[in-house]
């Protein structure tokens, strides 16, 4: 099992962080290292595809937070674990609190604050990421934890790249030109990590602060799961972030 780490964000003893691939894992053919229980899989095989990513980490399954995920822009600040209706996005300060996000070719963002210790993580897919996820999860760590984001660190991690992720008209329009492109084919393509990161620099995320993950989950496909690729056959990876003592 291959787990992603962030050259940035592993600097910093007070965290933990990894990113599970497709690669590994007890589920059967292409799911491999599947970690959602909402592909079809066999819930005994997702748990012990669980157990096997986050106990690599020494995460406790207990001590998991997620947002349901609905392609919102929403951030929320939260205290404890468990599951968070109608966000795509979670912040805390609290110990022992781990934000997971699960993607399969949306782009994952992670945060770390070293001075108020506060962390939080995004789901950015084409809607989120349009009405502005990234700068949203920033300005929750500003007005909930008084966070500086001259003094924030960022991931963000694979997903689909700029050279696959192909949409319609009606959603290029949705984004700057500076990250939609035309193929030889007529068709529109989307740099969604480039568009995340000019977010996060926005907010005032210095520009060396900022990781970016080459990855693109659509390209590599004996890497990564991707939605785009594999339809209903795709399993799903998430990335954990949380605060240790």
Known sequence: MEIIRSEALSRYRQIVFGMSTRGGGRSPGGLGMNLSFNVGDDKVNVIENRRIFFGALHIGL????FPMQCHSNTVRSIQTWGGYEDCD???TNDFGVFIVISVADCVPIFLFD???RAVAGVHAGWRGTS???AKNAVAVMKDTF???PRNIT???GPAAGKC??????EVAEKFDDRFVSKTESEKWRVDMKGANRQQLESEGILQENIEVHEGCTIHESDKYHSYRRDGNSSGRMMGVIGIVR
């Open 62 to 65: 207990d001590e998991l937070a």
């Open 89 to 91: 996005g979670l912040a």
């Open 114 to 116: 070293p001075v108020t």
């Open 131 to 133: 009405s502005g996820i």
């Open 146 to 148: 008084g966070s500086d």
């Open 154 to 156: 960022a991931f963000i």
């Open 164 to 169: 696959c992720y192909e949409v319609g008209d």
